[in-house]
């Protein structure tokens, strides 16, 4: 991935500083409206900045921040002339790359530190997505319990997969194992 420059390349002290990039990053808490005006704010949780290099790639990033939260998590970043009702899901290295130009664009009109406010939200749980219905619960097994008789034969011990009889005659009225 090519690194993004802000400043130009002339000025050695910007040169040094565009090679980082800080992230703002929260995590635990919940987007919550203020009771004032109702704009949103990012309310509990953990609040903290993590300096990377401008060549960091999607997954470096994910990596450091699962070190960092001790979890997995899906990055959301909020645009830098958006507040917290507009998150851009970041999955991928050209979506981070976009992200980091975005930023810089909106910088370099106003002079201030590269920081892209980032919260970090939990994957979906497996055991909260609900598992696709089975063929098993569409089967009546109804039949298994008190099953029809068959010619000559009382299907008790019955094989579903097969629906052929187990073995049970019945003659003059009376059962046979």
């Known amino acids: ?29 919940k987007i919550l409206p203020r009771p004032t005006d109702g704009k949103l704010l990012y309310a509990g949780g953990i609040t903290r900045v993590l300096s ?3 060549s960091i790639t999607f997954a470096e990033l994910m990596v450091r921040f699962l070190e960092l939260c001790g979890s997995s998590k899906t990055l ?53 997505i609900s598992p696709p219905p089975s063929t098993a619960s569409s089967i009546d ?7 029809p008789p068959v010619t000559g034969f009382w299907c008790r011990n019955s094989s579903l997969a097969f629906g052929f009889p187990a073995g049970v005659r019945k003659k003059g009225g009376k059962v046979r194992f």
């Open 52 to 54: 990377v290099d401008r």
């Open 141 to 147: 097994f109804s039949l298994a319990i008190h099953p």
């Open 76 to 128: 959301k970043c909020k645009l830098p002339t958006e507040d917290l009702d507009v998150l851009v899901t970041i999955t991928c290295d050209e979506e981070l790359v976009n992200l980091i130009e975005e930023y810089s664009r909106f910088l370099l009109s106003t002079n201030k530190d590269l920081k892209i406010t980032a919260v970090l939200f939990p994957l979906k749980s497996l055991q909260k």
């Open 1 to 29: 991935m090519k690194p993004i420059s802000v400043y130009s390349n002339d000025d050695d002290k910007n040169a040094n500083s565009n090679q980082k990039i800080k992230f703002l990053y929260s995590y635990g808490g």
